[in-house]
């Protein structure tokens, strides 16, 4: 049970990871048809794994709205999380911190990595909607296939230190 928990929580990461890569650009202007455009300018791993799936033009367009929707919202949770955990360094670094402001402070970051989480299952559970069961069922496959050929993410979470002390000058 825990395994397959382990599994769901790394492909949603993967999932938004994937949602939110610049790799699913897909431009919105006249032209050649969507798939053409899509082709041309994402490469990489999705738009390999976009003809793998036979993704359709408006398959391939509800993806790019849902992505471009998670980029702001994940963009906007990192930053108040980010902000919340520059605060929260600074106020421990000082000789005589307030631990109430350090407890509300810590509160706001978890209830903000709540909400990526709840933001991440929402991504995938609009992904699952787009998709048909047939290419929702192969692009887990994929994901899995990608997981054990790169394992999880490494390192602190948002490529930042754990809290060790005040922020770097600058």
Do not use: W
């Not at 738009?47 to 398959?59: D, R």
């Amino acid at each position: 049970m825990i395994k397959n928990t382990k599994i769901i929580g790394y492909l949603c990461g993967l999932l938004t990871a994937f949602l939110l890569s610049g790799a699913a650009y897909v431009p919105s202007r006249e032209g050649p048809p969507l798939e053409e455009r899509f082709e041309k300018k994402a490469g990489g791993p999705f738009s390999e794994m976009a003809k793998e799936l036979k993704l359709t033009g408006e398959q391939l367009r509800q993806i790019e709205e849902n992505r471009k929707r998670h980029m702001i919202e994940e963009r906007r949770l990192r930053d108040e999380m980010m902000l919340n955990r520059d605060e929260l360094r600074r106020e421990l670094a000082k000789p005589q911190f307030d631990m109430e402001k350090v407890k509300l402070t810590q509160e706001r970051v978890k209830e903000l990595m709540g909400q990526e989480e709840d933001f991440r299952l929402s991504g995938f559970l609009e992904l699952k909607r787009i998709l048909t069961p047939e290419q929702f069922i192969l692009f887990n496959r994929k994901m899995e296939e990608r997981m054990r050929k790169f394992g999880p993410p490494k390192g602190p979470p948002h490529g930042r230190p754990p809290f060790d002390g005040p922020p770097p000058p600058g």
